[in-house]
């Protein structure tokens, strides 16, 4: 048994999108961060950090958005959201990963100055490759969760990053992408700027 704790628009989308790309059977539960749900006791109990996304595996849990994109396309490798007998690639899928957690999401909310070079680093290293470690993965889902969350934050000018944006077309274009944004859209948004 799965089970998302989420709050629509955050960390946790990413998260959502896997769930749905590989067809698992789950439940979601919707975390107000406005009224401070993640500090509910009974959360903190499942993530002492008072953060979104938590994945319970059958009561068990794991946190942070890699951990649970790698859970998912392992355990369902038929979505074919790693790349397969390819040590080099997979690596590259976690140096993505690394990378979007550690530069891209502490940039989204930096000076703009600093947010831009950092999503100019992420723009360059896609280069014109349409995802970015051969077939779609799951570090196309985390990269795109992060820009779509800084195009629709900090409003770069529309341009700026023609190869993320392009991407984040190819992503948003993808059915269980789309289904994800609908249940969102239904749990109700409550995103800062
Ligand atoms: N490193 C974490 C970051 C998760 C994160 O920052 N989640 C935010 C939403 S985007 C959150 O839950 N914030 C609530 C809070 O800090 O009170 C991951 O990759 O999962």
Known sequence: ML???????????????????????????????????????????????????????????????????????????????????????????????????????PARGAAMEQALAAFGVAETRLGERDWAVGAYSIADIHLFRLFWRFTGSRHPAPGTFPRLEAHAARVMARPAVRRTFEAEAAAGYELPG
């Open 3 to 105: 089970t998302l704790y989420f709050t629509p628009g955050s960390s946790s989308l990413a998260a959502h999108i896997a769930l749905h790309e590989v067809g698992a059977t789950f439940d979601a539960r919707p975390i107000s961060l406005q009224k401070g749900e993640q500090r509910n006791p009974e959360f903190l109990a499942l993530n002492p950090l008072g953060k979104v996304p938590l994945l319970l595996i059958d009561g068990r849990p794991l946190t942070e958005v890699a951990g649970i994109l790698w859970y998912l396309a392992r355990r369902f490798p038929a979505a074919g959201l790693l790349p397969a007998g390819d040590p080099e690639a997979e690596a590259q899928v976690v140096s993505w990963m690394s990378f979007v957690a550690s530069t891209l999401h």
